[in-house]
């Protein structure tokens, strides 16, 4: 008969260390910039006390907002932004709550597994400021909104990128009807025009493409100047912030602000429009490009391509000084990605017709 086996812990196991803990804080503090997500840091700031310390020291934070409510409303109350109903988004961003960024805190526990004190006080304001004033350290900064501020039809590309200091210093759009293209070797539904010789045709001013182009700038601009006066409570409480992306989930327009752009935008007044909650667009130079056909890698074209670059006329102390024509265009050909950026480099080479556009 065999004898029995006795099981004995391993000594070895039982005074084994955690080595997680003996990791160093600046590590720990790579690793956590990795995640950059709001709710994800707030949900590791709930595990331990060392991470209730070291989340808010992280320097690249990302924000993404789901949902918007009404200023006097309650979670209860979101909007359902998949909704076709009409929408203000920007109107509401600075006052609105964040319900899906402020649940994983206010449902989670201290670091001593108490509750009832949530660990960010500040969240019952329910602002993206009021979150974000939690990180003290904050140098890389990205805010998503839940979706595109100008309406267009089915199948219309509309995207647009703007550069801000204190004041707009750069703004490009890249707009059409996007067309798929046949296989090869069949029949293509859409050819480009054998009288395409780089000339504007007559029928794009008859038939209101023109008129919807200046349509698309405008609401371009609007929701970029908007954007753009709602970040200000942000830039103030955060001035170790040297870049500053705010885009939405649809991918439609962004704005963006670079180190000394931050730095100018702190310098000087920020000039408001007297209509609304958005800064003053200033009076501007326009290039339009056109394209009737422009076909693009990957298997799709576009349909009276349009390209609108925007500068200020004057470039004063408020627009963050002289942009010289070389940076403008590499601002231009690096505003979009994949194919966008195929037909933005393929439309500058394209005859420039010039527009004004008085400030409003």
């Not at 805190?105 to 939690?134: E, I, K």
């Not at 954007?227 to 885009?247: M, Q, W």
């Not at 209509?275 to 074209?301: D, F, Q, W």
Request: hydrophobic share 40%.
């Amino acid at each position: 008969m065999l004898p029995k086996a006795r099981i004995h812990a391993d000594p070895v196991l039982e005074f084994e260390v955690d080595r997680f803990e003996s990791l160093p804080d600046s590590l720990v503090l790579l690793i956590l910039n990795k995640v950059d997500d709001v709710r994800s840091l707030g949900r590791c700031s709930a595990a331990s006390k060392r991470f209730h310390g070291l989340v808010p020291l992280v320097h690249d934070v990302r924000v993404k907002i789901d949902h918007v409510v009404t200023v006097d409303g309650d979670a209860e109350d979101a909007l359902d932004l998949s909704s076709p109903k009409p929408r203000n988004i920007l109107s509401q961003f600075l006052k609105a709550m964040l319900s899906t960024i402020i649940k994983p805190f206010l449902n989670m526990r201290g670091p001593n597994g108490t509750t009832g004190r949530p660990l960010f006080p500040q969240l019952a304001q329910h602002s993206p400021a009021q979150v974000l004033r939690n990180f003290a350290h904050v140098r890389n900064l990205q805010v998503e909104l839940p979706s595109g501020d100008v309406r267009t039809e089915d199948g219309v590309l509309l995207k647009w990128r703007a550069e801000y200091g204190s004041a707009l210093q750069n703004c490009v759009i890249l707009g059409g009807t996007v067309v798929d293209r046949k296989p090869v070797g069949g029949a293509a539904e859409h050819e480009p025009s054998s009288e395409d010789n780089g000339s504007m045709p007559e029928s794009f001013y008859t038939n209101g493409g023109l008129k919807l182009r200046v349509v698309w700038t405008i609401s371009s601009l609007i929701a970029a100047s908007t954007r753009h006066y709602l970040l200000r409570s942000i830039i103030k409480d955060h001035p170790t912030l040297v870049s500053l992306v705010l885009t939405d989930a649809d991918g439609q327009g962004t704005l963006c602000m670079g180190a000394e752009q931050l730095k100018e935008f702190r310098e000087n007044q920020l000039s408001t429009s007297a209509c609304s909650n958005r800064t003053h667009v200033p009076a501007c130079n326009m290039k339009l490009k056109y394209a009737p056909y422009l076909e693009l890698p990957g298997g799709i074209a576009l349909q009276g391509a349009t390209l609108v670059a925007i500068k200020p006329s004057t470039e004063g102390s408020n627009g963050g000084g002289h942009i010289s024509r070389k940076e403008t265009d590499a601002f231009i050909s690096g505003a979009f990605d994949g194919p966008l950026k195929f037909a933005a480099k393929a439309l500058m080479k394209r005859r420039t017709y010039l527009l004004e556009m008085n400030g409003f």
